[in-house]
T-cell receptor
Framework: NAGVMQNPRHLVRRRGQEARLRCSPM?????VYWYRQLPEEGLKFMVY????????ESGMPKERFSAEFPKEGPSILRIQQVVRGDSAAYFC????????????FGPGTRLLVL | RKEVEQDPGPFNVPEGATVAFNCTYS??????FFWYRQDCRKEPKLLMS???SGNEDGRFTAQLNRASQYISLLIRDSKLSDSATYLC????????????FGTGTQLKVEL
């Protein structure tokens, strides 16, 4: 059973470009979470999605950031017009639909904005 | 005040030592508690959940004190492979699933 998959693992963008981060949850998992870890800081919650629904986006910056989890395909975290402060590790986690709510993390995407 | 507070360390201990980490949380509505481990530049991995009655998994023992809003992790007979950052994590109940992480305590086990 493959774990949570994220791609790309490393992404370099210039200021003003767009970054698209992808997350495929574990098989059978329908809940996806995105977290951001800035250098030398702890992980911070960004958004919680279920298929085709955003459940909690209280941690998402108000501008430039969006997330989706379509019926088919991976969850996407999109950052428009990136700035240097967006440089961070972005981790995706998934959990099953009910019962055990343990969140399992993917390897992360490390975004570097030049 | 941070929602979850941990001593950042580092804790440098010799192999075989016993080491304890503490964590406090500010939100009394928190209902689930965990210790995660994060190796350098890797993803967090669940070490163990923490229950009010205390729980043990091999060399690791976790304790929760709800009244004091305090969580602890004890590692006995520490191994070189235990070197990592240990993250204290809480989740508020009531259907909210987001995890709130402490900044982590760094452990270095040395020969």
């Amino acid at each position: 059973n493959a774990g949570v998959m994220q791609n790309p693992r490393h992404l370099v963008r210039r200021r003003g470009q767009e970054a698209r981060l992808r997350c495929s949850p574990m098989k059978g998992h329908s809940h996806v979470y995105w977290y951001r870890q800035l250098p030398e800081e702890g992980l911070k919650f960004m958004v919680y999605l279920q298929k085709e629904n955003i459940i909690d986006e209280s941690g998402m910056p108000k501008e430039r950031f969006s997330a989706e989890f379509p019926k088919e395909g991976p969850s996407i975290l999109r950052i428009q017009q990136v700035v240097r402060g967006d440089s961070a590790a972005y981790f995706c986690a998934s959990s099953p639909p009910s019962g055990d709510e343990t969140q399992y993390f993917g390897p992360g995407t490390r975004l570097l904005v030049l | 005040r941070k929602e979850v507070e941990q001593d950042p360390g580092p804790f440098n201990v010799p192999e075989g030592a016993t080491v304890a980490f503490n964590c406090t949380y500010s939100n009394s509505a928190s209902q689930s508690f965990f210790w995660y481990r994060q190796d350098c530049r890797k993803e967090p991995k669940l070490l163990m959940s923490v229950y009010s009655s205390g729980n043990e998994d091999g060399r690791f023992t976790a304790q929760l004190n709800r009244a004091s809003q305090y969580i602890s992790l004890l590692i006995r007979d520490s191994k070189l492979s235990d070197s990592a950052t240990y993250l204290c994590v809480v989740r508020k109940g009531g259907g909210g699933n987001k995890l709130t992480f402490g900044t982590g305590t760094q452990l270095k086990v040395e020969l």
